[in-house]
């Protein structure tokens, strides 16, 4: 697909500075770009980029006072628009089309539903339930009496342990782990000894879980994500863990059992949260801050252990200090030194 400048401003009620009939053909970024791009400037780290640009065009947000030397669309959020010119641009989806694999291996008494893709070596055990319209890539492992909700989508390898309920479109990338044993031990002298694991994991609608990341089936009970919840790869989830509703949580993030996650929290990288602590609604957590208390509501964290963001940045600045500190210590010892050797 192909959009001249002047096309993709008038989708997006932007306003177009240069020449409005260049022909975009694809999306990259400022450094990348290349005659018939179309790149944005979101971030201002990346203003000087605007001068070295190869794109066709660039999206700018419409207070921005900078220099271009290439056509520029002014919109309400440069960021926002260049997804979804992205999308306009983008290669055809993948579909995938209704019907079963001839090396799928289904029990007689699993349930399928209308329109349901089942891909090659697809595993599905009894008493497990399909949805209508979900789709099952390949080597899938859908466990006994597990519940998947309508238009789902499992890439290969996702596998889904006995019990444990998806909702209504629910995407799970690849190597993606539901309902296996969460961490339970006792020590029994001087072995351990595993405590059973009997209860599931549920994911609500429109969940996201990335690749390779593993959510723990509950001790008792349910391990619980929110509708709209999404998870980037490699990430742990451990047993009885809840997680709000519309929460982000980026790559390592690693949650030990029976934390509650409020509604619309942000975790960014590595971040880690001990078991049995409560992060309310809307907080942001900094990549590789270290949770180890309840968090009331909208706070900002940063650092290990976590503080409040400007704590945090406080206490950084004053440890960046510590070498010149040392010396103007070790300067007045020597002073002092002096004053005793005299007197």
Known sequence: MKLTVDDIARKLNGKVQGDGSVAIRSVASLKQAEAGDLAFLGNPRYIPDMAKTRASAVLVNEDWQGEATVTVIRVKSADAAFAQVAFWLARPA?????GIHPTAVIAADAKIGKDVTIGPHCVIESGAVIGDGTVLVAQCYIGHFVEVGQKGLLYPHASVREYCK???RVILHNGAVIGSDG?????DASHWKKIPQ?????LGNDVEIGANTTIDRARFGETRIGNGTKLDNLIQVAHNVTIGEDTAMAAQVGMAGSCHIGNRVQLGGQVGVAGHIEIGDDTIAMAQSGISKDVPPASILLGSPAMPVREAKKLHAHSMRLPELKQKVAELEKRIKMVEEKS
């Open 94 to 98: 993948i579909t995938h089309k209704p």
């Open 166 to 168: 998806l909702g209504e």
């Open 198 to 202: 009997v209860g599931i994991v549920v």
């Open 183 to 187: 961490f339970g031990y006792v020590k």
